[in-house]
């Protein structure tokens, strides 16, 4: 059955690293894959889209990659800041056409000053 | 900046009794969506819905379920008996031409 997981539950880094954090799915074929910001008791925020004919996007401090082969992606934030801290969540289009989103379990972030 | 917005921000309701949450998706998306998200679990997609008509709608969405939009502006999920296990949080979200999907604030149901 089709399955998408995020690497880990939470993530503790120091400010000023690199954040990374991974997205993997199993019995997909996604034409793109999206980023979303969660807080706490609010509603996710798009960040990032990437399709599946680009290797990576970039906005401002954010990286998204792609690889279809190894069903993954990373998203990557730069310089990171106690301000980025929350959980970030993968999602796939399951049929490609926009009607149906399946998101992972997210990643919560935390950015230690 | 244009935003989707949910009422109430949050819903205490009997088990049993029906309950109608109410979205105000942004003025020119065309594609709209409920999801839910029970505490501290991920969020699971319930139904699109596009040109006044059900698109898709996941194994959650049973009889119980139902949405509407009833005028021009207004998106409704209306769950007629609710249960114990409806207790989540109830988001709402628009599409326009891209497939950025910009979700509201959500409303906290809590059945009892």
């Known amino acids: 059955s089709q399955k998408i997981e995020q690497n880990s539950e939470a993530l503790n880094i120091q400010e000023g690293k690199t954040a990374t954090l991974t997205c993997n799915y199993t019995?997909?074929?996604?034409?793109?894959l999206q980023w979303y910001r969660q807080d706490p008791g609010r509603g996710p925020v798009f960040l990032l889209l990437?399709?599946?004919?680009?290797k990576e996007k970039r906005k401002e401090r954010l990286k998204v990659t792609f690889d279809t082969t190894l069903k993954q992606s990373l998203f990557h934030i730069t310089a990171s800041q106690p301000a980025d801290s929350a959980t970030y969540l993968c999602?796939?289009?399951?049929?490609?056409?926009?009607?149906?989103?399946?998101f992972g379990p997210g990643t919560r972030l935390s950015v230690l000053p | 900046e244009p935003e989707v917005t949910q009422t109430p921000s949050h819903q205490v309701t009997q088990m049993g009794q029906e309950v109608i949450l109410r979205c105000v998706p942004i003025?020119?998306?065309?594609?709209f969506y409920w999801y839910r998200q029970i505490l501290g679990q991920k969020v699971e997609f319930l139904v699109s819905?596009?040109?006044?008509?059900?698109?898709?709608k996941s194994e959650i969405f049973d009889d119980q379920f139902s949405v509407e939009r009833p005028d021009g502006s207004n998106f409704t999920l209306k769950i007629r008996s609710t249960k114990l296990e409806d207790s989540a949080m109830y988001f709402c979200?628009?599409?326009?031409?891209?497939?950025?999907?910009?979700f509201g604030p959500g409303t906290r149901l809590t059945v009892t």
């Open positions: 003025s020119n998306h065309l594609y």
């Open positions: 999602a796939l289009d399951l049929y490609n056409y926009g009607q149906n989103f399946v």
């Open positions: 819905f596009y040109n006044n008509e059900i698109s898709e």
């Open positions: 019995n997909y074929s996604p034409a793109y």
């Open positions: 990437i399709r599946e004919n680009e």
């Open positions: 979200a628009s599409r326009g031409t891209t497939d950025e999907q910009y």
